[in-house]
C-alpha cells in the first residue's frame, strides 16, 4: 500500500513572549481575577474584580499603571479609537470614563496617567437596575454607546473637561429599546450595528431610524461586525 505524501505546513506559529506579565500586578493579590479587557492600537487594559484597571503596552506587555476604584468589579472596559478616553462598567451598574491628560497630544503614557482619577458618569435612567453588557464608541471618540441586559441602547456624550467648560454638550439620548438582551455593539460612520439573543439590528444614529436585519430568529450570543 502507497503512503500518501503529506507536505509540509505552509505557516509556523512563533510565541516571542508569554503572556505571564500581565499577571505580575496581581500575582501577590490571591483574590484579585482579572475579569474583561480591551485592545487598542497601542494599549492592553484589563478589569478586575477589585474595581481597577491594569493598563500595559500592547507589543511588549510593560506594565503602565493601575487606576484604582472602589465602585465594584469591571465587567465591560472599551478603549477610545484616539486612546485618550477609557470607558469602563461595574457589576453596581456605575458607568466611567478615565480621561488622560491630553493637553499636548499624550495619549495614555506611564507618565500622563499617574495623577488621573476616573471621572463617573450620571447613570441614563433607562439603564438604571439592569447590567451594562456592551460598550461601543464612535470613530470621534466623542460618544459612548452603552447596551445592557434589558435591551436598552443608549448614547452618552463624552467631552474632554476643557469642552465642557465652554459649551453646553448634550449629554444621554436613548437609541432605540429592544426586547432581548443586547450581548454586542458595532459602528461605521453613523450606522450602529446592535446584536441581541435574538436578532440583529442596523441603526442609523443621524436619521434616528432602526430596521431588523433578516427575519429568521437567533438563539444565544451570537454577534455581528461591520466589513
Known amino acids: 500500500m502507497q503512503m500518501e505524501s ?16 500581565i499577571l505580575i500586578p496581581i500575582r501577590n493579590a490571591s483574590r484579585i481575577k482579572y475579569t474583561c479587557f480591551d485592545v487598542s492600537g ?15 503596552l500592547r507589543e511588549t506587555l510593560r506594565y503602565l499603571k493601575v487606576v484604582p476604584s472602589s465602585e465594584g468589579s469591571v465587567n465591560v472596559v472599551s478603549i477610545s479609537p484616539n486612546e485618550i478616553y ?18 499636548d497630544g499624550n495619549r495614555i503614557r506611564s507618565s500622563s496617567c499617574t495623577s488621573v482619577a476616573p471621572r463617573f458618569l450620571q447613570i441614563p435612567q433607562d439603564h438604571l437596575g439592569a447590567v451594562i453588557t456592551a460598550l461601543q464608541w464612535n470613530a470621534l471618540s466623542n460618544r459612548l454607546f452603552v447596551a445592557d441586559n434589558k435591551g436598552t441602547v443608549t448614547a452618552i456624550s463624552v467631552a474632554s473637561k476643557k469642552t465642557q467648560a465652554l459649551f453646553q454638550v448634550p449629554y444621554s439620548v436613548t ?17 450602529l450595528l446592535i446584536s441581541t439573543l435574538t436578532g440583529c439590528y442596523i441603526c442609523d444614529t443621524a436619521k434616528e431610524q432602526y430596521s431588523q436585519i433578516g427575519s429568521k430568529p437567533r438563539d444565544g450570543e451570537i454577534g455581528r461586525a461591520h466589513v
Open 6 to 21: 503529506v507536505s509540509s505546513p505552509r505557516y509556523n506559529l512563533f510565541e516571542f513572549f508569554t503572556l505571564d506579565e
Open 175 to 191: 437609541v432605540v429599546r429592544l426586547s432581548s438582551r443586547i450581548v454586542q455593539l458595532d459602528t461605521f460612520c453613523d450606522k
Open 42 to 56: 497601542s494599549y492592553l487594559v484589563l478589569g478586575a474584580t477589585s474595581g481597577s484597571l491594569y493598563v500595559f
Open 86 to 103: 477609557v470607558a469602563f462598567t461595574t457589576v453596581k451598574g456605575t458607568i466611567a470614563v478615565l480621561e488622560h491628560n491630553s493637553d
